[in-house]
């Protein structure tokens, strides 16, 4: 697909891409999230994200709100262990609108101290709903077990006595260490000139004070292999199996994606599902993901299921895996696996405010953005040497961990 980037002298990056459709879409990424946080300020990142909605210094939280709704537009945000990101979908004529608020809000926010009061309110329930939902809370624990003395093992959400302490001090030095102009991307989706998205970013984002202060981010360690029960008041057995994984910039990277999608990724035929749910009516639910970060990565497998079958759900995915690295797959196969995961992207091309968040995201990690025959030659050059290869380093039975929220034994 086509783009153009256009840096700013404070670094800001602009990132223009052209649509004939009449919606648009863009966003404003920052290159900090979750692992970033200070210790003990769990959960911080995301507070901001928060309060950015909350007040300017010349809008109050309705007129921000109201600002792109009024006009029919779509406005979010979301954090994660990496990245802050909010990003709009509005009508063509209201670019100009778009980029203003989002400099309103990410550069001129006030946090007052009565709307951190409320805020701190809302994530708390936020936690509580979070929490009563093990299917979700589980992966957030695993994590936690995973990166074991690193930020990248805090929950996104922060716990509850990090959110009742954060202070606007706080706030405000995240924000001064950690909202580097040389990382921030405001990308654009839409029918404008590249001149037309230029000249608008230029204007809002030109004069905004370069800010570059040095960032040094900690590794994980790789621990040794552990397994871990929790009990809860809960109905049904949930369970994840994983390891650290490959980051973002690692050539192994494509073949673990291929895997992935092709052992318990997206959709109802992979190897999993077919296996637990469909032969064996073990798991409603049974997937793998894996997630490359910057430095590491993960790749895990979750199921959930009743108690007394979960013994016998582990003994199928180990000897699922046992299969995925003992026994390649041949030529027709791997390219009927290739194709699937090929189309997938393809049709994934269409979610356009996914696109230009994931287009944003790769300006950030690799300075470029690969196009869409680029990333389908990359899959197609995977082997079956390879599959095997990163089957047999990330599947090793001995070294994945087990996480488990059990039922409480009556």
């Known amino acids: 697909m086509e783009y153009n980037v256009h840096t700013l002298p404070n670094g800001i990056r602009i990132l223009h891409v052209p649509s004939a459709s009449a919606i648009s879409h863009a966003c404003i990424i920052v290159n900090t999230g979750s692992r970033d946080e200070p210790e003990n300020k769990a959960g911080l990142a995301h507070f901001i994200e928060h309060l950015i909605f909350k007040r300017t210094k010349k809008r109050s939280t309705n007129q921000i709100l109201n600002r792109l709704e009024s006009v029919g537009a779509d406005l979010n945000a979301y954090t994660t262990k990496e990245y802050t990101c909010v990003h709009a979908s509005f009508l063509n004529p209201y670019l100009d609108r778009t980029l203003e608020l989002f400099n309103d809000i990410i550069f001129h926010s006030t946090f007052p101290e009565e709307e ?127 390891t650290q994984a490959y980051s973002t ?62 013994n016998k759900a582990l003994s199928l995915i180990f000897k699922e895996i046992k299969k995925l690295k003992e026994k390649p797959l041949n030529e027709l196969q791997l390219q009927k696996v290739k194709n699937k995961f090929i189309g997938q992207i393809a049709l994934g091309e269409e979610n356009r405010i996914g696109l230009i968040i994931s287009m944003a995201k790769s300006l950030i990690d690799h300075n470029k953005i690969d196009s869409l025959e680029t990333v389908f030659e990359k899959i197609n050059r995977v082997t079956t040497t390879q599959m095997i290869n990163v089957a047999n380093e990330v599947l090793d039975i001995e070294k994945l961990n087990i996480f488990t929220f059990s039922p409480i034994e009556e």
């Open 116 to 242: 951190m009061d409320k805020e701190k309110s809302v994530i708390l329930d936020e936690i509580a709903s979070y929490l009563d939902q093990p299917e979700e809370a589980i992966n957030d624990d695993f994590e936690d077990m995973l990166f074991a003395g690193n930020p990248l093992g805090n929950n996104i959400l922060g716990t509850t006595d990090s959110v009742q302490n954060f202070t606007r001090e706080d706030v405000i030095n995240f924000r001064k260490d950690n909202y580097r102009t040389n990382e921030i991307v405001i990308a654009v989706l839409g029918n404008y000139t590249l001149n037309s998205v230029v000249s608008k970013g230029t204007k809002h984002f030109a004069g905004v004070e370069e800010n570059t202060p040095s960032r040094e981010r900690v590794k994980p360690k790789v621990l040794k292999q552990s397994s871990t029960t929790i009990y809860k008041p809960i109905t049904q057995a949930h369970c994840i199996l994983g």
């Open 249 to 310: 910039y690692q050539q192994e990277k494509v073949a673990l994606m291929l895997l992935n999608n092709y052992f318990g990724g997206n959709g109802m035929s992979s190897v999993l599902n077919l296996q637990i749910r469909e032969k064996y009516g073990i798991a409603y639910t049974i997937e793998s993901n894996f997630s490359p970060l910057s430095d590491t990565g993960t790749f895990s497998i979750y199921f959930g299921t009743d108690k007394e079958k979960q």
